[in-house]
């Protein structure tokens, strides 16, 4: 009997621990200091809990959090020691129930025993679907050397994180970006460096491990982008070089000496090349299919002296037409934005899977965005020609690396703004007027101590519309044998 | 009798470490991390093995201190002599004391395994948690429960729970009065155990390649490579039991027990010894002396040991040059030693792991932060295993706080507030950073902040002699970048920008021997009928120039030369 009691006591002493929001000794008329800052985001209905803490230096040691919904209701009130936990079920109803509409988030913060309410900040939670997940790599934030790196999926509606690669599997090989056909999992292109370099292509459930290296070409495929109808992978073929800076305020530098573009048939392991865009006096990268797949949009400069007229090395928005049923490039190329011309460099270009919009990353110069503290992310509008910084989700530190979900509708980038080294990801919303809201980061379950202590970067974000299938053991050991599929030009 | 045995050995284990190899055991601490974080423990927890790893990385963490450490991998050591012992008697009851000698096999295998470079202490902790695990089932008396031990097992210490199995079968096949059936049975379905626990390894942990799986994720820095005395260490267990299970016929009496004890005691003792030497590497136990002297700034003690015996190679040369620089006496006494050129300043990029390591500390102390901050990252980055290290996230803080990346610094600084020994300076900064500018390195490191325009690098190593000579202009201060600089200039041979380079900054008191006689080099080229800079050479010095040049006239013989000149740049400058 008295067990039970205790029991009783104990589970009712838990509840009103958890739940009551303790009232408030003053009020301040500032947003309350959160990490992550989830102040004005908007949020998919299926994301997992925003939990967050006071910043640290706010000199808290209690936080405590009241979610109402426009009505007024309250739905959730929790308090912590230090990082407010969402239960994941009882977020995920509240979401639900509250999609296209707002949720007001009113936190208290204790500090020497004494509560302060903050002002009440909304969390909009946008009716558009987001895809199921994330894939990226993980890796050190450094220069040329890689360590342990590995390629991860992430379910966006909860923490769960999954191994999709891990380069101790291929003694330490570099794994480069893992990119899906438009999400769809079922088909990626993957190139690994090191001593069983490879380019691991999976198309439809079969696999196979490609050396793309021919005499026409050069090099290996590097940068890819899947035809929409999954027969054709545009590829750049890079020579690309590092420099360190001796400037205590800069690192590295990545660049190329030489640049083109190609487009591979896998089914017939033919290349398909175009003097267009294999110019010696130009350097051609970052391809990417158009939302139909009848155009190739990628960025183009003039050839340099590189490193030495580094400076100078700005790049510009092209496209260049692409015939799917005759497998063929147009014959010519069309320069939608002079990145020289705006006195800024134009990289890495996506166009959003609805055709509307391109997203680009922009710096001075270069094309390498992660290394540009100035480096933005801009939005190419293919009906107008607008082109805009996207000044809603930038910041003064890089913003790169981005990806479109399969709704067109979400953005996954990446961006140093947290510490300006390490990487994290953030999504944003997008209007169907291209305006953005708040970006958001990446949840996690506590986000302060595993974001403090992650030695590693976030890095090549791309959305995955369901998880990734992947037989790690076959795949290592295709990759650990000496067989390679041939490529050869047409 | 048995207890002082032990006791005594474990004295030799704390000796040997404290006394012989004592830089490899602050080594082992200075290439690991150990945050008490929630993280870092379930990361340990999501391997086989992990769990020995998280322990062995717990020991280690107090080899910070090196008597700490000695007195632990005493401990550990002995420990596993004890247990040993403790399996071979459990499985066979009432063992003879004959055999007790042989217990100190295993122990001696793992004393001499940890002397290897890339060994992990995990290794030997999980060692001591499969025998434990052994002796609990042995004297438990129940043999099914062998089954879910051999999991659990393997899920705490790892592949090495292959041990457990050996024992598993001498447990069962020792005890005369089972049944053959149930021997039988028992033997089948531990065979199966190791089948099942095996396959759902590799279905489970697919990030691991199998001979990992198989082998050992972390009983050494390098995954997927094992040693000889990993090999060694493994089966001595199961080698000694099986060999204290031979039928040995009638009991012997005790005269002859006593002298059978003494004469295998001997033979281990001596056998151990000679296993241990082949094991222990006194090179690198200089080279980590090094290392460590400079990582704690403590050049006295680096001039001491070089005194004593000339270091020879590239991580021991940058030491001592950082050392020679770091007292003002590189100027006057940098060819009294072996010298490698100017790799032996600072290493090349494309340069192995460890060169790394110590090549940051010289590029950190002669203010060429980017270099310094790039050559421990690449150090760290390619260390073998990914492991993390607290030396190396430390000096990243450092040189994050110094270029003025608060952000950054924070980050580091906030990993290591997670730790036993980095915690308080860790805390120190994280709470003010500017409080660096109290400490008198990093105030004079401040001023190395590079804002000029940027120099670029070819490819992979950096024009140091131009950053250098960048910030003496800057600064225009006799200081560790100058002396660099003009050490830098003597190393090349450079003798006309040592010329223009010593006007950079004033230097106080007389002008040190060696850029003298650099200064004279054309003087003696010209066969004393060239002018020279009257105001940094001294009569002395010229005095020696003569003479030598008169020696070199007369063409006197290598041996005399070096004899008289050897430790003058003129000697270095002749030589190839």
């Known amino acids: 009997m008295k067990a039970y009691r205790f029991i009783i006591l104990t589970i009712a002493l838990a509840l009103l621990i958890s739940c009551s929001v303790p009232s408030a000794d003053k009020t301040i008329d500032s947003y309350p200091p959160i990490w992550p800052d989830y102040v004005g985001v908007t949020v998919p209905s299926t994301i997992a809990p925003l939990n967050f803490s006071f910043t640290e230096g706010c000199g808290g040691d209690g936080i405590a959090v009241s979610v109402c919904d426009e009505s007024g209701s309250e739905l959730i009130s929790l308090s912590d020691k230090e990082t407010i936990k969402f239960p994941i079920r009882r977020w995920h109803k509240m979401l639900e129930t509250n999609e296209g509409k707002s949720l007001s988030f009113a936190v208290t913060i204790k500090r020497n025993g004494a509560w302060t309410a903050y002002k009440p900040f909304s969390v909009d939670i946008s009716a558009d679907a987001i895809d199921y997940g994330l894939t990226y790599r993980l890796i050190k934030a450094g220069y040329q050397s890689f360590g342990h790196m590995g390629i991860y999926e992430r379910n966006l509606s909860n923490f769960r994180q999954k191994t999709v690669l891990d380069n101790k599997m291929f003694d330490a ?7 899906s056909n438009r999400t769809d999992p079922s088909s990626y292109s993957l190139h690994i460096r090191g001593d069983h370099s490879a380019t691991l292509l999976t198309r439809d459930g079969q696999t ?71 110019r010696k006096d130009k350097f051609e990268n970052y391809p990417s299919f158009s939302a139909d797949g009848s155009e190739i949009y990628f960025v183009s400069s003039e050839a340099g002296d590189l490193p030495k007229e580094m400076e100078g090395n700005q790049y510009s928005l092209c496209k260049i037409a692409f015939d799917a049923e005759a497998g063929r490039f147009g014959d010519k190329v069309d320069t939608l ?85 390490y990487t994290l990801l953030y999504i944003a919303h997008m209007d169907e007027n291209g305006h953005f809201g708040r970006p958001f980061l990446l949840p996690q379950r506590n986000p302060r101590e595993y974001y403090d202590q992650l030695m590693y970067s976030f890095n090549t974000p791309d959305f995955t519309s369901a998880p990734v299938e992947l037989d790690t053991r076959a795949a290592r050991k295709m990759l650990l044998s000496t067989e390679r599929s041939r490529v050869h030009v047409r | 009798m048995k207890k002082l045995f032990t006791l005594l050995f474990a004295l030799v284990v704390f000796l040997f470490w404290m006394f012989v190899l004592p830089y490899h055991v602050l080594y082992q601490e200075e290439i690991q991390i150990f945050p008490y974080t929630w993280p870092h423990l379930k990361q340990c927890l999501a391997f086989p093995g992990g769990v020995a790893s998280y322990l062995g990385e717990f020991f280690v963490q107090f080899f910070h201190v090196a008597w700490l450490g000695a007195l632990l991998l005493s401990v550990l050591t002995a420990l596993a002599q004890v247990q040993s012992w403790r399996v071979i008697s459990s499985v066979k009851a009432n063992a003879d004391i004959v055999w007790y000698p042989l217990s100190f096999i295993p122990a001696v295998c793992f004393w001499a395994f940890l002397c290897g470079a890339g060994n992990l202490v995990s290794a030997l902790v999980a060692f001591l948690l499969i025998c434990e695990t ?32 050996v024992v598993a079968f001498a447990d069962i096949f020792a005890e005369s009065s089972a049944k053959r059936s149930a021997k039988v049975l028992y033997t089948t379905l531990i065979i199966l155990t190791c089948v099942l626990v095996a396959g759902l390894s590799v279905i489970i942990f697919t990030q691991y390649p199998v001979k990992s799986l198989l082998c050992g994720v972390e009983y050494s820095h390098i995954p997927g490579q094992y040693t000889a005395s990993f090999w060694t260490a493994v089966f001595s267990l199961p080698a000694v039991l099986l060999v204290s299970l031979l039928p040995v016929g009638k009991p012997l009496r005790n005269k002859t027990r006593i002298s059978v004890l003494v004469a ?59 050392a020679l620089v770091m007292k003002g006496e590189s100027g006057d006494r940098l060819f009294e030693f072996y010298q490698a050129g100017i790799p032996g300043l600072f290493p090349n990029y494309d340069t192995y792991v460890f060169l790394k390591f110590t090549g940051s500390e010289a590029l950190y102390q002669a203010g060429l932060l980017n270099m310094a901050l790039h050559y421990s990252f690449e150090a760290y980055q390619t260390f073998p295993g990914g492991r993390e290290s607290a030396r190396h996230i430390k000096r990243m803080a450092e040189v994050n706080m110094i270029k003025g990346a608060e952000d950054v610094a924070e980050k580091y600084l906030k990993v290591l507030s997670h730790t036993l020994f980095y915690r308080k300076w860790a805390k120190k900064y994280l709470q003010d950073q500017s409080l660096m500018l109290e400490d008198a390195e990093y105030s004079r490191l401040v001023g190395c902040r590079n804002s000029d325009p940027d120099i670029f690098d070819d490819m992979y ?44 900054a004033k230097i106080d008191g007389p002008v040190p021997e060696l850029y003298q006689e650099a200064l004279l080099v054309p003087w003696i080229t010209a066969g004393g009928n060239a002018d020279y800079d009257r105001d940094f050479v001294s009569d002395k010095v010229l005095t020696k120039a003569q003479a030598f040049l008169k020696d070199l006239q007369t063409g006197r013989t290598t041996s005399y030369m070096k004899g008289h000149y050897g430790k003058t740049f003129w000697f270095y400058y002749a030589s190839k």
């Open chain 1, 337 to 421: 934005v002079n990145g020289p011309a705006l006195g800024m460099s134009i990289n890495t270009p996506r166009p959003s899977y609805d055709g509307r919009f391109v997203m680009v990353a922009a710096m001075d110069f270069g094309t390498f965005p992660i290394w540009h503290p100035e480096a933005d992310l801009w939005l190419y509008d293919i009906k107008t020609g607008d082109f805009r910084n996207i000044e809603e989700i930038n910041s003064d530190c890089p913003d790169s690396f981005h990806n479109w979900s399969s709704s067109s509708r979400w953005v996954v980038f990446t961006t140093r703004r947290d510490n300006s080294l």
């Open chain 2, 134 to 165: 052994a002796v609990i089932v042995c004297k438990s008396k129940r043999d099914r429960l062998w089954l879910p031990a051999i999991a659990l097992a393997y899920y705490l210490a790892g592949p090495m729970a292959f041990i457990l199995v």
């Open chain 2, 461 to 504: 190593d950096y024009p140091k002699q131009a950053i250098l000579r960048s910030q003496v202009s800057k600064s225009g201060k006799p200081d560790e970048s100058f002396r660099y600089l003009l050490a830098y200039d003597l190393l090349a041979k450079d003798v006309e920008s040592l010329a223009s380079d010593i006007k950079l």
């Open chain 2, 264 to 322: 295998v005691s001997v033979v281990i003792s001596l056998a151990s010894y000679a296993y241990v030497k082949k094991h222990c590497s006194k090179d690198m136990e200089r080279i980590y002396a090094y290392d460590y002297l400079a990582a704690g700034r403590q050049w006295d003690k680096i001039l001491a040991m070089a005194e004593k015996k000339t270091p020879k190679t590239p991580s021991e040369v940058i030491c001592l040059n950082l």
């Open chain 1, 173 to 179: 090989g570099c794994l480069n970006c893992h990119t």
């Open chain 1, 208 to 278: 196979e491990c490609l050396n793309t290296i021919t005499d026409e070409t050069g090099g290996f495929f590097v940068y890819p982008s899947w035809h929409p109808g999954g027969e054709y992978i545009a590829y750049s073929v890079n020579k690309t070089r590092l420099s360190f800076y001796t400037h205590t305020d800069k690192k590295i530098e990545v660049y190329d000496q030489a640049s083109d573009l190609i487009v591979y048939k896998p089914e017939t392991h033919e290349v398909i090349l175009s003097d267009l865009v294999r």
